[in-house]
């Protein structure tokens, strides 16, 4: 099974700063790759997924990340936060085909000062 | 489509009483799965469910939980008796197929006194 580490309990940044949210998972010969987002009293929501295909992938508030094999990491990135964007940011790995059961990291909670 | 529903959003009882939890699945969706949220543990996968058959339940804590899904538009989890350590919020997802993302329902916030 997967198992996925986010390095960095809290994050905290200033507005209009960049920022990265590190995920690292174990190794596999092919893995499905997430990253959800938690506002505050609500459920997680996709941001952006690697299924396959092109190894940088996007969302459409600004976010993005890389699948990177061989540093087994799929980090995400934003250029330029806003307050807006605070919230706790999930990494989750999965293999696909049999029964998919994902594995979530510990979360990460990105914290925007004004 | 209302998404993932949830039921109750808000649940307070005492440490002994019964709780269930409901959910109803986005239509079509062919898996099930019931988490925990803690601030201590963070998101654990308590129950997985695929085409209304339990497939994992070895994240369940002990035998005082049980979750079913007599058909593919309802599931429940039950706590019998409650203790103050199961207080949680507790989601459930449900997703399409192997390898797409989870859609997650708002989650039931349980208080167990």
């Known amino acids: 099974a997967q198992s996925v580490t986010q390095l960095d309990s809290q994050v905290p940044v200033f507005e209009e700063a960049p920022v990265e949210l590190r995920c690292n998972y174990s190794s596999s010969v092919s893995v499905y790759l997430f990253w959800y987002v938690q506002y505050p009293n609500q459920g997680l929501q996709l941001l952006l997924k690697y299924l396959s295909g092109s190894t940088l992938v996007e969302s459409i508030n600004g976010f993005e990340a890389e699948f990177n094999k061989s540093q087994t990491s799929f980090h995400l990135r934003k250029p330029s936060v806003h307050i807006s964007d605070t919230a706790e940011y999930f990494c989750a790995a999965g293999e696909p085909g049999g029964s998919y059961i994902p594995t979530f990291g510990r979360g990460t909670s990105l914290i925007v000062h004004p | 489509d209302a998404g993932v529903i949830q039921s109750p959003r808000h649940e307070v009882t005492e440490m002994g009483q019964e709780v269930t939890l409901r959910c109803k699945p986005i239509s079509g969706h062919n898996s099930l799965f019931w988490y925990r949220q803690t601030m201590m543990r963070g998101l654990e996968l308590l129950i997985y469910f695929n085409n209304n058959v339990p497939i994992d339940d070895s994240g369940m804590p002990e035998d005082r939980f049980s979750a079913k899904m007599p058909n593919a538009s309802f599931s429940t989890l039950k706590i019998q008796p409650s203790e103050p350590r199961d207080s949680a919020v507790y989601f459930c997802?449900?997703?399409?197929?192997?390898?797409?993302?989870?859609?997650f329902g708002p989650g039931t916030r349980l208080t167990v006194l």
């Open positions: 997802a449900t997703q399409y197929r192997v390898g797409n993302e989870q859609f």
